[in-house]
């Protein structure tokens, strides 16, 4: 937490101080390890807006038959469009 912390809050060289003006954190780890709790924590302490990115496509919905298809993405290139 307090190197996530830190990260947000460094400078980010442009020598006005304050802190980061854009910042991208990636996470990785086991799910149930508190992640997404951290990053929310953080995010209401240091006023921030998170965006986060699942490759689960959204309008996916399965249906009983198995008739739902989507082409597929790979998913450097779904990250690549949610970026």
């Known amino acids: 937490v307090d190197a996530a912390r830190s990260f947000l809050l ?7 101080g304050g802190g ?6 990636i ?3 086991g799910p149930g390890t508190g992640k ?5 924590a953080l995010a209401a302490e ?17 249906t009983d038959d198995y008739s739902s298809v989507l082409p597929y993405v790979g998913q450097l290139r779904s990250f690549e469009e949610f970026l």
């Open 46 to 62: 240091l006023n921030l807006d998170v965006m986060t990115w699942n490759d689960t496509p959204d309008e996916y919905r399965p």
């Open 20 to 25: 980061r003006k854009s910042s991208l954190l």
């Open 10 to 16: 460094a400078d980010n060289g442009d020598g006005g």
């Open 27 to 29: 996470l990785a780890g």
């Open 36 to 40: 997404s709790t951290m990053v929310r």
